[in-house]
């Protein structure tokens, strides 16, 4: 079975770090593209970063480029989301959620399966 | 303020039908194929029961079922039951320099 498990949220201030981990089972990251989504309170969700099979190519939102990180060990078959200079603004659920890309173009198709989501918290 | 958008609730009762809708633009929706939903239960996992506009994922029922014309896509739910009370949110692929849109999300109650 897959399963996406998040983990590595918690209360940060403003302007400090959190480093997030997706462990996941039932496939390998080295198959599959990876992405983090967020849901902050009352919001819709926001697509954040994601990261290609091989890992050589990331792309990031402009609202958090510069400041995050996405990365991941494939032999530990686990995808990290590594967040500095964290404001107010980062408060949500993370969700790691693998794509699916069409096969010709590389584009987008959908989010087959996701995670629960990790919530990170930024207050002083 | 969404790139898509959805209404923010609807409603039925048990059994009868109801239509949540996803407007986006021609650079979204309008020119690609790509455009899915997912049931979310807040604190648990989204899943994808619409992908491609209207291909149901194995395993989900044929309740559901996708749909588009021109620059908005619509998610039907029939026969609906109380297990259908959740958040559905629309996903579509865009040209634009950003990786995919989200809708903002529609609450089903089932009365």
């Known amino acids: 079975d897959v399963q996406l498990v998040e983990s590595g949220g918690g209360l940060v201030q403003p302007g400090g770090s959190l480093r997030l981990s997706c462990e996941v089972t039932?496939?390998?990251?080295?198959?599959?593209?990876m992405n983090w989504v967020r849901q902050a309170p009352g919001k819709a969700m926001e697509w954040v970063a994601f990261i290609s099979t091989d890992g050589r190519t990331q792309y990031y939102a402009d609202s958090v480029k510069g400041r995050f990180t996405i990365s991941k060990n494939s032999a530990q078959e686990s995808l990290f989301l590594q967040m500095n200079s964290l404001r107010a603004e980062d408060t949500a659920v993370y969700h790691c959620a693998r794509a699916v890309s069409d096969y010709v173009w590389g584009t987008f198709r959908y989010f087959d399966y996701w995670g629960q989501g990790s919530l990170v918290t930024v207050s002083s | 303020q969404s790139a898509l958008t959805q209404p923010a609730s609807v409603s039925g009762s048990p059994g009868q039908s109801i239509t949540i809708s996803c407007s986006g633009t021609?650079?979204?929706?309008?020119?690609?194929?790509?455009v899915s939903w997912y049931q979310h239960h807040p604190g648990k996992a989204p899943k994808v029961i619409i992908y491609d506009i209207n291909n149901r994922p194995s395993g989900i029922s044929h309740r559901f079922s996708g749909s588009k014309s021109g620059n908005t896509a619509s998610l039907d739910i029939s026969g609906l039951q109380a297990e259908d009370e959740a958040i559905y949110f629309c996903v579509s692929y865009t040209s634009t320099n950003t990786y995919v849109f989200f809708g903002g999300g529609t609450q089903l109650t089932v009365l």
């Open positions: 021609s650079s979204d929706i309008g020119n690609f194929h790509s």
């Open positions: 039932g496939f390998s990251l080295t198959d599959h593209e």
